[in-house]
């Protein structure tokens, strides 16, 4: 029997949040990451916009508060807003000090974007690019770490709890699949560090990679961790929309430079939903297009760039002009075909002001926490930033977290299970959630649509947990198992949801009720683990 791995610190995932906290963590103990591809298979390295600081002369940390309030819709927590947006400018020198390149205007000051929601210039970024840079900078200072260690193709299965000992729900590590020799292994630790990401694969229409299931979220809820606020799903208004693209998105700064949206016809509609037209917040915008669509039959709307300088448009954007070139589409001329897609999970697992869960050991940083950052609605390139600063906060707290685990650990044991011989049915499952989601429980709810989604995810569980329990585990059925529990921990947190507030949306509850209230499920009130 192969004994544990012991370490100080495990870390679930290898995006801004995870490597961050590896590096820092690493400074007073061992340190494994597991990433269950490879180490820049994350949403971080996808993001293009930026990430959002305090640094204009005609800007204000009281701004920057205000727009993430009332992006957040009345949800936000007011505390955690402003230790953010104050960590800000100094989490932007981090980066740097790590060696991260960002874009500098001619006189050689941080050149600053403005993406929608945001009253003034105050994203820094590189080229369009600014997610691959940062993980390029945060892998290359992980691999000079030698306290650091980083399994790729290590897939989380479950987290250990000493409830299964007898004791509290204290969680001590996690089991580990090693894809490519088929091994469970078990790593044993002092804090458990929850860095897994977004949860945008449980939609069909998706801005996210692959990677983007939910895992982190499933494993805490199985252990009895407090999950809130997971109907907020951030739709993102425009990602491209053509045969041979899948997940490209069209970046914010887009319509904060300019950008305009039109229909085929070359109206534009923005007007009509919102003052603030096309730089309307993103579930404004998503709606707007959503209607649209819906209206006139059409497969897509556009963003218009054409009136722009075209030197302009191709320097600040070489990565979307480039590929969209590669599709046909010079954007300095065309108007872009654009629908909306999941992107962005505002809730996640339940955090306080330094990423601790309600599982002691376990700590959530990064997308896959609900820390109130958000509220009902993230403002743009807030993430990455939140991503810097629990990432920070998480290691100061873990610093002396006591080593709590059993005298003897029980290793993974797959029973009587054989290899699959049915990989149809993780296909089909997987298909079915992600594309019942996106109808039912997408940019407009109902009771109705709500119900139909419940009755659905109840009886595909049952039969992936048939199906989990006889086949000896895979990355995919692990995925499976989570996606869908996910998928059903947003349609309870919707169902539960009587209003339209931020994010969600209901035709039968249109208007907002009086007192904004978080969401919160735990195994004692929500659906079955
Ligand atoms: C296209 C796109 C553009 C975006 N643009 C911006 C932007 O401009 N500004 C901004 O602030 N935000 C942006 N975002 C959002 C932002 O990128 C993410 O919220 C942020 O990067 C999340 O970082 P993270 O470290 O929490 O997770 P991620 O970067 O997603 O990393 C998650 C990691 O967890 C690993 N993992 C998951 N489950 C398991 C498991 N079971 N076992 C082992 N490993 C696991 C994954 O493999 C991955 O390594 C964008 C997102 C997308 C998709």
Redesign the pocket.
């Known amino acids: 029997m192969a004994e544990p791995l012991e370490t100080d610190f495990l870390v679930?995932?290898?995006?801004?949040?995870?490597?961050n906290f590896a590096l820092l963590a690493a400074e007073h103990g061992r340190v494994v990451v597991?990433?269950?591809?490879q180490?820049s298979?994350?949403?971080?390295?996808?993001?293009?916009?930026?990430?959002?600081a305090v640094l204009a002369k005609d800007d204000s940390f009281e701004r920057h508060i205000d727009d993430t309030l009332v992006a957040g819709d009345g949800l936000c927590d007011r505390d955690v807003v402003e230790l953010c947006v104050q960590d800000g400018p100094a989490q932007v020198q981090r980066l740097l000090d790590l060696g991260v390149r960002l874009a500098r205007d001619s006189q050689g000051e941080l050149d600053l974007g403005r993406?929608g929601a945001h009253t003034r210039h105050r994203?820094v970024?590189w080229e369009d690019v600014?997610?691959r840079e940062i993980?390029r900078g945060l892998i290359a200072a992980v691999a000079k770490h030698a306290n650091i260690t980083v399994l790729h193709d290590?897939?989380?299965?479950d987290l250990l709890s000493m409830a299964k000992y007898g004791g509290d729900p204290a969680c001590f590590g996690a089991y580990?699949l090693d894809r490519a020799s088929g091994q469970v292994k078990t790593i044993c630790a002092r804090a458990t560090v929850l860095?897994?990401?977004?949860t945008?694969k449980v939609y069909v229409y998706t801005?996210?990679?692959d990677?983007?299931?939910g895992?982190?979220i499933a494993?805490a809820y199985r252990i009895g961790a407090a999950v809130g606020d997971l109907e907020f799903v951030q739709f993102?208004p425009t990602v491209l929309y053509h045969p041979h693209a899948r997940?490209f998105?069209l970046?914010?700064?887009m319509r904060g430079e300019g950008g305009v949206l039109r229909l085929a016809t070359g109206e534009t509609f923005m007007e009509h939903y919102h003052p603030m037209k096309s730089l309307a917040s993103r579930d404004i915008v998503a709606r707007a297009i959503d209607n649209e669509i819906k209206k006139s039959g059409a497969d897509s709307v556009f963003l218009d760039m054409t009136h722009l300088d075209a030197a302009f448009v191709r320097g600040r954007f070489p990565n979307i002009h480039e590929r969209c070139l590669s599709l046909g589409i010079d954007i300095t001329k065309q108007p872009i075909p654009v629908v909306p897609a999941a992107?962005?999970m505002c809730g996640g697992v339940k955090t306080d002001h330094h990423g601790a869960t309600t599982i002691s050991g376990l700590y959530a940083?990064?997308?896959?926490?609900f820390t109130g950052l958000h509220g009902a609605n993230r403002l743009?390139?807030?993430?990455?930033?939140?991503?810097m600063v629990y990432s920070k906060r998480a290691a100061e707290a873990v610093r002396d977290a006591p080593r709590i685990r059993p005298a003897q650990v029980a290793p993974w044991s797959s029973g009587d299970a054989t290899d699959s011989n049915d990989a149809i049915v993780v296909t089909l499952n997987w298909d079915e959630i992600r594309r019942f989601m996106w109808s039912y429980v997408g940019i407009v709810r109902s009771d109705k649509r709500i119900e139909r989604a419940l009755r659905r995810i109840e009886i595909l569980r049952d039969e992936i947990r048939e199906y989990y329990l006889d086949f000896k585990v895979t990355s995919d059925l692990?995925?499976l198992r989570?996606l869908a529990l996910v998928a059903h921990l947003v349609i309870e947190s919707a169902r539960r949801r009587k209003e339209s507030r931020g994010l969600h949306y209901t035709v039968d509850y249109p208007d907002k009720l009086p007192e904004a209230r978080h969401s919160e499920l735990q195994l004692t009130n929500g659906p079955r683990g």
């Open positions: 679930i995932g290898s995006g801004i949040a995870g490597l597991i990433t269950k591809k180490p298979d994350t949403n971080t390295n996808w993001a293009q916009g930026g990430v959002a993406e994203v970024h600014t997610g993980q290590h897939i989380a299965i580990v860095a897994s990401g977004g945008g801005s996210n990679p990677v983007a299931t895992d982190g494993m993102h997940n998105l970046s914010e700064a992107h962005y940083i990064g997308e896959c926490a743009a390139s807030n993430s990455l930033l939140e991503g692990v995925e989570n």
